[in-house]
């Protein structure tokens, strides 16, 4: 499966359930996700008490994740990413007890924002996702994330356009 045929699942996040743990108030999620903020490299998400961040992002349709772009710092950038799907109420003293669906470690090449692709087949029917930022490329205090793009298909959408072929050709 080619990675041009996915899109940005901006249009698909569930605003009212978006969350993270342990932001810094003053420069939360929404800088790194929501359209226009994210594109500002002076706005970014930044953790608080340390390196730390959680994510948890919710669908408004059941999504196939392919792929995410992470930009940021090269001291500050994320590092160790693990990504779980469907998996809701995750705080920091029982992350770990749960697998992960896939685990990223980023290079700082990746920080520029290119996509990764991710184990398509774990991420299939995605309700919602949750993203824990381990650490930091270079073992800072805080972790800073410019821009956050998940991109892939909504599973509707993927069914939609079997359904118009299947029509189209009787």
């Known amino acids: 499966m080619s990675g041009y045929m996915q899109g940005?699942?901006?249009e698909f996040v569930d605003w009212q359930g978006?969350?993270?743990l342990n932001q810094n108030h003053s420069l939360s999620i929404v800088n790194a996700i929501k359209q226009g903020?994210?594109?500002?490299?002076g706005l970014y998400l930044e953790s608080d008490a340390d390196e730390q961040l959680l994510i948890y992002v919710p669908f408004t349709q059941v999504i196939k994740l392919h792929?995410?772009?992470i930009k940021g710092p090269t001291e500050e950038g994320p590092k160790t990413v693990k990504l779980y799907a469907n998996k809701e109420h995750m705080g920091f003293s029982n992350v770990n007890d749960f697998p992960p669906s896939d685990t990223v470690v980023l290079s700082p090449d990746n920080l520029e924002g290119k996509?990764?692709?991710?184990?398509y087949v774990k991420f299939q029917n995605v309700r919602s996702l949750t993203i824990f930022i381990e650490d930091n490329q270079g073992?800072?205090?805080v972790t800073q994330i410019q821009k956050l793009v998940l991109y892939g298909s909504t599973v509707e959408t993927t069914n939609m356009k079997e359904l118009k072929k299947i029509n189209e050709d009787q």
């Open 67 to 69: 792929s995410v772009g």
């Open 18 to 20: 978006l969350e993270c």
């Open 139 to 141: 073992g800072a205090d």
């Open 37 to 41: 903020y994210r594109e500002d490299d």
């Open 8 to 10: 940005d699942l901006l």
């Open 115 to 119: 996509p990764v692709v991710l184990k």
